[in-house]
């Protein structure tokens, strides 16, 4: 049997990791309105959701599908991306109905852990805070050391730090079919259990480019 990843390149999932690489790009080549690079270069792990819609499959509500992608345990460079659903949640920061593109640095090893769970709900079992905005924001981020992850937020150009308390994030299996050919848990694929297939490479490209740690 093919692969997913190699019988469809055009799948859904794989213009998703296109686009979430693109917004990886446009977000960091705007120098004073960036994640600052100190925040970025201590992330363990990162998370994109491009596009997240408001009111599309929840009253009132917002819904996404993106990927998160972790360190190595060298800590150079990024492992596989695992796909991702955000649902629900109160985002402080939207203009009428525009689409969001989200952003979330994973700080340390206890909110890299959540990501490994099937389901989480953000400033509850994930301790969150809107991120600082600036490529010199780091003096503005000691009280916000403590979150486990710091979140973001672009709409119509506008890149902020946003409150994204109340979201749940859950793995999507189906895209991970789509993007590996198995239907790994995230949890396997965070570990580097799962090679990196074609299909994932724009994203990891664009974090190596930013912050790769070498």
Not at 48 to 76: E, Q, W
Not at 80 to 89: C, D, F, K, L, T
Not at 119 to 124: C, D, M, Y
Not at 161 to 168: I, K, M, N, P, Q
Request: with cysteine; charged share 20%; proline share 4%.
């Amino acid at each position: 049997m093919i692969p997913a990843f190699c019988a469809n390149e055009e799948s859904e999932a794989a213009k998703r990791i296109n686009a979430a690489a693109t917004v990886m790009t446009e977000i960091m080549s705007t120098s004073d309105k960036a994640i600052p690079q100190d925040l970025l270069n201590k992330a363990e792990c990162i998370g994109v959701i491009p596009g997240l819609k408001k009111g599309a499959f929840i009253v009132g509500g917002k819904y996404g599908r993106g990927f998160v992608t972790c360190r190595k345990s060298d800590g150079v460079g990024w492992g596989a991306p695992a796909s991702v659903r955000i649902e629900g949640g109160s985002f402080g920061f939207q203009i009428g109905g525009a689409e969001t593109d989200v952003v979330m640095l994973i700080m340390n090893r206890s909110g890299a852990e959540k990501l490994t769970k099937s389901r989480f709900t953000l400033g509850g079992d994930a301790s969150v805070a809107a991120g600082p905005v600036g490529r010199d924001a780091s003096a503005q981020t000691d009280a916000m050391m403590n979150a486990q992850i710091l979140t973001y937020s672009r709409q119509r150009g506008v890149f902020a730090g946003v409150s994204l308390s109340g979201a749940t994030m859950r793995e999507d299996t189906s895209w991970n079919q789509d993007l590996y050919g198995t239907a790994y848990k995230n949890a396997d694929i965070l570990a580097g259990k799962v090679p990196a297939t074609p299909p994932t490479q724009p994203l990891l490209t664009a974090l190596n480019k930013y912050s790769s740690r070498k």
